[in-house]
């Protein structure tokens, strides 16, 4: 998809720092981290939005689940606790159209979300 910077970074185009990519997934920090543990899980096809997500899709996002909660466990937030979020359209506060979950972990999150 051109013009998105999560394909750019999933098809190398683009620096990132990521930790953990497999055929279906990336993962890589956050530019902007909003807590000491701060990563984006991405699937490598252009899904714009949770909106846009279809049936035999199902399995990938699962995964990216997976993903996370593997990478909670090698930065060590697993046992502290840490959040996942996806953002959706405007409201939901989503700036980059290609879906991702953020995992945010290392420090005590609030609630309710700004
Ligand atoms: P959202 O607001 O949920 O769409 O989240 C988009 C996230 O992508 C924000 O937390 C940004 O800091 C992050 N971001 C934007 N550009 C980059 C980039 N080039 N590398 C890593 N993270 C990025
Ligand atoms: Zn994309």
Redesign the pocket.
């Known amino acids: 998809m051109p013009d998105c910077?999560f394909c750019e970074?999933v098809h190398k185009r683009?620096q990132?720092d990521i930790v953990y990519e497999d055929p279906e997934v990336v993962a890589?920090?956050?530019?902007?981290p909003?807590a000491s543990v701060?990563i984006?899980v991405v699937p490598r096809l252009h899904i714009e939005s949770v909106q846009e997500v279809t049936t035999d899709q199902v399995e990938l996002m699962g995964k990216m689940i997976l993903v996370a909660q593997q990478i909670a466990k090698k930065t060590n937030v697993d046992e502290g606790g840490f959040r996942l979020?996806i953002?959706n359209g405007v409201n939901g506060?989503?700036?980059?159209s290609h879906l991702?979950l953020?995992l945010l972990g290392g420090r005590r999150m609030t609630w309710p979300p700004g």
């Open positions: 910077i970074i683009m990132s890589f920090h956050d530019i902007n909003q701060h984006l979020v953002n506060g989503q700036t980059v991702h953020h």
